[in-house]
């Protein structure tokens, strides 16, 4: 805007003057494309990318070259002056011509390709043609020069001549330009850009409508003023400073905006951090390909590190529990080779040697190309030592509870258990007397006295193991998942009960499926609760006839990788309204019971991931009380 | 092994329990013949042989008590020495009540055993003596006339031969002839005499009908 007001205020006062305006007029044309070109030029020196900024400042040039021609044209003197200064002129033309093109292209990324290798190697062509011939393109011959008066006194030489009617070629070139800006325009108005379509297609179209039209007709004579390219220029130069200033303008705009998203940014960050910090949220992010690990001020500390020490995995995982390292180690590799979700709980023990408990969560980000290559992880970890705690202690009771009710029914088992021991002691006695009484005999039989001994032996390891097994239920210890078969194990509780189930009148029959999956469970508290469902079933039969006493344990692997054990009994049955209150804690149907077995067996079944239910039989009475553990698979621990 | 040697039939069903005491009773220089179920043993026994059964209460299908009821049923009458792991009362009495002999708990000391186990020969014996006993009384019973058997119902009452004559509508002379029999016939020699051996296969006095 400064230029052209300042340019039009010059205008006017050189006119008032009456001075040699044209002159005036002419270099500040050339002046004013000059000064756009070295704008362009400059943006061109700082974005090297932007070749748009390079070839519009080439055709600011040309068009002050060619307005430094044109004032020649209006001061030669002589015909051969002005037929050199035209031949001169072509070239700027030229390349006049090819930088618009480019620009187009460059910057509105419009106009057909066709359309302007057609316009520019016509130019081409009538450049050559400008310098084959002896005078110039636009001339055969130039007989005379006259003097045109302009408004205001001056006077501008016009040339006088035979057209040349190669001319036609650069007219020809023209036209093509002219066609591909149309095209350009209506692609870029059709892209939705209408304001850039209007401004720069638009001026492009009118400057190459006036000075061409207008060339064309002076040059063949129709009218006699001098050429005009130059002066038509200035609508590409108005559309440019227009456009120029606006890019200032939305380059402003955005900086602000700019500023506020920045301000907006760093918020959601302060906030983010506050979020980070009430939680009690370490954050990370591990460059898995240069393998670095970036971690919050909070992460750094959580995990004993001081602030400024680099950190990769391998130092992450110096810390962590060594009995948890594999497991670690195993879910990241499972997240970076699967879905990208990671997720662990380890034990990690910093430098001050404090045991903390830790759980992590985090994505993978996959690289989008490159097969998706795992390209960083993102993360939080968090400090759980007081859940793990409070887990451990409640796991602590549930142990101690479940203790509870073994040693309360062994209570109610313990005629049965003394009988279980009383046998193998009973023989013993009675083998020992017997020996004594052999070797009283004058005649000793010593093979007599070697199968007592070999008896002794055996019943006192048959007394031993009643021991043991009592003992390990007795024991109050922290419950061990191992493999397990549980027909061993109901075997095992069979033998304990052996004596309550002769004493209750009931027969066993065992149902159990030969190879059985194992399942990851504790020894002793399944024991105790096939020892429980057992004598629940006794006690639900005092009042069959004693034929029907029968007790059937029966063990399957299902379809859904568990196994199922489950213990019919053919007693008085439960009512429906009732089947599931009897796993509720201190319900009891019995005169001795504390009505807590059926509870904790339900809170041990259900602490190894399993099931326990109770169903009424469908043919004849009584219940089955069914319990269901997942197999067990390799590797687990 | 002859039939007329006494055994003790030992029946438990714990393999090891019952070994050591066959081994216990064999030493003490007892006859033992052993079984491991009540079953195997109601297959075996009859009413001839003399002994004794030493039983373990504790057992499946059939119980010691069962067992017990079972051989009372089958008239056998071999004396019953009862084992058990825990004796409580009621089950003791129950036994006892139903004829047991005595009832030992284990672990049994042998001493006890051996003893309850003389005891129970003896009294095995003394009861087969006393049932051949009866049944010779019965014997000779048998070989009485209605009249005389008459007539003997009357002695046993204590009444005199012209009381008894009167009763039966005949004279004191006849009843006497009829009493002599009586006497010779059940190998008395005195009225005492005859009044045991009734007493022996449970005959009472005929009633006096005055």
Redesign the interface.
């Known amino acids: 805007l400064g230029i052209r007001g300042s340019f039009a205020i010059m205008l006017y006062s050189v006119a008032r003057a009456g001075m040699d305006w044209v002159t005036i007029t002419w270099s500040m044309v050339a002046a004013a494309c000059l000064t756009l070109a070295a704008v362009h030029f400059s943006i061109w020196m700082r974005q090297r990318h932007a070749g748009a900024h390079f070839v519009f400042s080439c055709s600011a040039v040309s068009a002050a070259a060619v307005a430094g021609f044109e004032l020649g044209m209006m001061r030669s003197q002589t015909p051969e002056q002005y037929e050199s200064i035209v031949r001169w002129t072509h070239p700027a033309i030229f390349t006049l011509v090819v930088s618009l093109v480019c620009f187009v292209r460059l910057y509105l990324h419009a106009g057909r390709y066709w359309l302007a290798w057609g316009a520019i190697c016509l130019r081409g062509l009538a450049l050559v043609l400008n310098f084959a011939f002896p005078t110039n393109l636009n001339y055969l011959e130039i007989t005379g020069i006259r003097q045109v008066a302009f408004p205001g006194g001056n006077w501008v030489s016009v040339a006088e001549g035979r057209a040349n009617p190669w001319t036609l070629v650069g007219q020809l070139s023209s036209v093509l330009l002219l066609i591909f800006f149309v095209d350009a325009l209506i692609t870029v108005w059709r892209r939705g850009d209408r304001r850039r379509a209007i401004v720069l297609c638009g001026s492009t179209i009118v400057f190459i409508v006036l000075a061409a039209g207008h060339s064309a007709l002076v040059t063949w004579g129709v009218i006699q003023t001098p050429y005009f390219i130059s002066i038509a220029y200035l609508g590409i130069i108005a559309a440019m400073g227009y456009e120029l200033s606006s890019d200032v303008v939305r380059a402003a705009l955005l900086g602000r905006q700019l500023q506020t998203n920045e301000t907006a940014l760093r918020d959601s960050e302060q906030r983010m951090d506050l979020a980070a910090a009430a939680a009690g949220l370490a954050m990370w992010r591990w460059d898995i390909g240069r393998d670095e690990v970036w971690m919050s001020d909070r992460g750094r500390t959580l995990f004993g590190y001081s602030s400024s020490e680099p950190l990769n995995l391998d130092r992450l995982l110096q810390i962590v529990h060594p009995d948890d390292r594999d497991a670690l180690v195993h879910a990241i590799a499972n997240s970076m080779n699967g879905d990208g979700d990671y997720e662990s709980e380890f034990r990690i023990i910093p430098a001050d040697g404090r045991m903390r408990w830790i759980a992590g969560r985090g994505r993978v980000e996959f690289s989008n190309v490159n097969g998706n290559k795992p390209l960083r992880m993102r993360g939080v970890s968090i400090d759980i030592t007081d859940r793990k705690q409070a887990e451990l202690e409640s796991q602590q009771q549930r142990a101690e509870l479940a203790h509870l009710s073994r040693v309360t029914m062994l209570g109610e088992l313990s ?1 049965s258990l ?2 279980e021991l ?10 020992a ?3 004594q ?2 070797l009283a005999r004058e005649t000793v039989d010593l093979d ?1 006295v070697r199968a ?1 001994l070999k ?1 002794i032996i ?2 006192d390891n ?1 007394a031993g193991e009643v021991i043991r097994r009592l003992r390990l239920l007795l024991k109050k210890g922290e419950p061990q998942r191992q493999e397990l078969d549980l027909n061993e194990t109901i075997q095992d509780v069979l033998k304990l009960v052996n ?1 309550d189930l ?2 209750h ?1 009931v ?1 066993v029959h065992t149902e159990l499926e030969a190879s059985l999956p194992a399942v990851g469970a504790d020894r002793v508290q399944m024991q105790q609760v096939l020892l429980n469902l057992i004598m629940n079933g006794c006690d639900a039969m005092t009042d069959t006839e004693v034929t029907d006493r029968d007790l059937t344990l029966r063990s399957e692997s299902t379809l859904d990788n568990a196994v199922h054990v489950s213990v019919v009994d053919h007693g008085c049955g439960i009512p429906p309204a009732h089947i599931e209150k009897v796993f509720a804690p201190f319900f009891t149907t019995k005169v001795t019971g504390m009505g807590l077995g059926l509870a904790v067996c339900r809170t041990i079944i259900s602490a190894h991931g399993g099931r326990l239910w109770a169903s009424s039989n469908a043919a004849g009475p009584g219940v089955t009380f069914h319990f269901a553990l997942p197999q067990l698979v390799r590797g687990d621990k | 092994v002859t039939s007329s040697d006494p055994t003790v039939f030992l029946i438990d069903d714990d393999a090891s329990v019952l070994r050591a005491v066959e081994r216990l009773l064999r030493a003490a220089g007892f006859h033992v013949s052993p079984f491991d179920s009540p079953a195997q043993f109601l297959e075996q026994c009859d009413t001839d042989i003399r002994g004794c059964i030493v039983l373990d209460v504790q057992m499946p299908h059939v119980n010691g008590l069962e067992l017990q009821g079972e051989l009372r049923a089958k008239e056998v009458t071999l004396p019953i020495i009862f084992l058990t792991g825990h004796g409580d009362i009621p089950m003791t009495v129950r036994a006892l009540k139903q004829g047991a002999l005595d009832f030992l708990t284990k672990p049994i000391q042998g001493e006890a055993l051996i003893d309850a186990v003389r005891a129970a020969i003896a009294s095995d014996a003394a009861q087969r003596l006393a049932r051949a006993e009866v049944a010779e009384i019965r014997r000779r019973l048998a070989t009485l006339t209605p009249r005389e058997y008459e007539v003997f119902g009357h002695v046993l009452a204590g009444r005199l031969n012209k009381q008894t004559a009167a009763d039966l509508g005949t004279v004191e002379k006849t009843i006497k002839v009829h009493r002599a029999r009586v006497m010779d016939k059940m190998q008395a020699r005195s009225v005492a005499e005859l009044v045991h051996l009734a007493e022996r296969a449970g005959i009472a006095a005929s009633s006096h009908s005055d």
Do not use: G, K, T, V
């Open positions: 005629a003394a009988h009383n046998q193998p002691l009973a023989a013993i006695l009675s083998n007397e017997a020996a009484r052999f007599e007592i008896d055996q019943d048959r004596s002769l004493n009148r027969s």
